[in-house]
């Protein structure tokens, strides 16, 4: 229990890195009013309306930026409020408008209604943008309502609120593949082999704590990206241990690299490993279970050569799945492993 405590501690400090949900409150800039106003000039003695029209209220707008890669500059304020415009004046002098409020926010960020849960927008290309609290109308002043009956009209209009809502923004990483399995699996050290990203490794439960990115070069010049997960346990699609947090992320994943320990410090089997972890996708998201999959067996530098080729015809016999042999730490079949992801990857 108390380690449990303390791995849920440490995750917590690095959600604090990379946040990928937050809530927040927006709303565009009230519209301006309308002026009442009458023209004053000397020799003039009948001088007409000429009250003007307020300003719009700027809109809040989401915008996706490259340059930010976490929803953790939006954790710490709770409001955007756009700015109001600027009410009409005498000589039909229209108000100025409210500047718009821009929310840079990271590529693969979904955006949904807080109350309905109405998906809103998904981002998933740069520089496109939102509106997603429109700002009011300005007012319009006495001059608009002047007619041939009623010359001196002595009302204006009050410019219309700015849209508000309550919207919730959850980050999905945009990978090619992604990298699941249970902790201290070997995904960390295989994206290293594969890419040229250096993420924490340790011998140890939960050494990555929130998601990776590698981008893996290819002879042909070609690349594809790979995202390693946080390692998932039992209970994850509920809130167990860390993996629960960025399940997420598999969901855009074109396929699923299945990383299976050969020689688990705890010795458990890795076929019960293997449908552990599927039966949190599929309870997670159906839709998952029906991604490509390419099962690795990882770390078989520690078996012996004799018995370890039993004990991987074993495994593939018992899964009825083609299986990867390779080692994460001696690059052992990285090459070809990475052959498979490209094939894989180009037939869908």
């Known amino acids: 229990m108390l380690t449990l405590l303390f791995?849920?501690?440490?995750?917590?400090?690095?959600?604090?890195?990379?946040?990928?949900?937050a809530v927040i409150y927006v709303k565009g800039g009230d519209?301006?009013?309308?002026?009442?106003?009458?023209r004053r000039e000397k020799y003039i003695p009948k001088g007409g309306p000429n009250g003007g029209k307020g300003g719009n209220g700027g809109s809040v707008i989401l915008r996706v930026?490259?340059?930010?890669?976490?929803?953790?500059d939006l954790s710490s304020r709770m409001e955007y409020v756009?700015?109001?415009?600027?009410?009409?004046?005498?000589?039909n002098k229209t108000g100025k408008s409210g500047e718009d409020l821009v929310i840079d926010i990271p590529t693969g960020t979904m955006v949904k209604d807080k109350k309905t849960g109405c998906i809103l927008k998904d981002f998933t290309i740069d520089g496109d943008s939102l509106i997603i609290a429109k700002g009011g109308r300005g007012g319009h002043g006495n001059k608009h309502y002047a007619t041939s009956i009623n010359r001196t009209p002595r009302i204006a209009q009050d410019g219309t609120p700015g849209a508000e809502r309550l919207i919730k923004l959850e980050l999905k990483l945009i990978a090619d593949a992604g990298l699941v399995g249970l902790p201290n699996a070997g995904k960390s050290t295989l994206l290293s082999r594969m890419s040229s990203v250096h993420p924490k490794i340790g011998n140890y439960p939960f050494t990555t704590r929130y998601p990776q990115l590698g981008v893996v070069d290819l002879d042909d010049f070609s690349r594809f990206v790979v995202a390693?997960?946080?390692?998932?346990?039992e209970g994850a699609h509920n809130g167990t241990g860390l993996g629960d947090e960025f399940l997420r992320h598999i969901e855009r994943t074109k396929i699923l690299v299945h990383l299976l320990d050969i020689a688990p410090i705890d010795n458990t089997d890795p076929i019960n490993?293997?449908?552990?972890?599927?039966?949190?996708?599929?309870?997670?998201?159906?839709?998952?279970?029906?991604?490509?999959?390419?099962?690795?067996?990882?770390?078989?530098?520690?078996?012996?050569?004799?018995?370890?080729?039993?004990?991987?015809?074993?495994?593939?016999?018992?899964?009825?799945?083609?299986?990867?042999?390779?080692?994460?730490?001696?690059?052992?079949?990285?090459s070809q492993l990475i052959n498979v992801i490209k094939h894989s990857l180009s037939e869908i």
């Open 7 to 21: 791995f849920s501690i440490l995750g917590f400090l690095d959600l604090l890195m990379f946040l990928d949900e």
């Open 31 to 38: 519209g301006g009013n309308g002026c009442v106003s009458f």
């Open 65 to 72: 930026s490259e340059e930010k890669d976490t929803l953790m």
């Open 82 to 91: 756009a700015e109001n415009g600027r009410p009409g004046s005498g000589d």
């Open 228 to 233: 390693d997960i946080p390692g998932l346990i």
């Open 273 to 334: 490993s293997y449908f552990t972890i599927r039966k949190e996708l599929n309870l997670f998201n159906p839709k998952l279970s029906e991604k490509p999959e390419i099962v690795v067996v990882n770390k078989i530098d520690l078996l012996d050569e004799t018995t370890g080729k039993e004990r991987l015809t074993e495994i593939e016999e018992r899964l009825s799945k083609k299986i990867y042999p390779i080692s994460a730490v001696t690059g052992k079949n990285i």
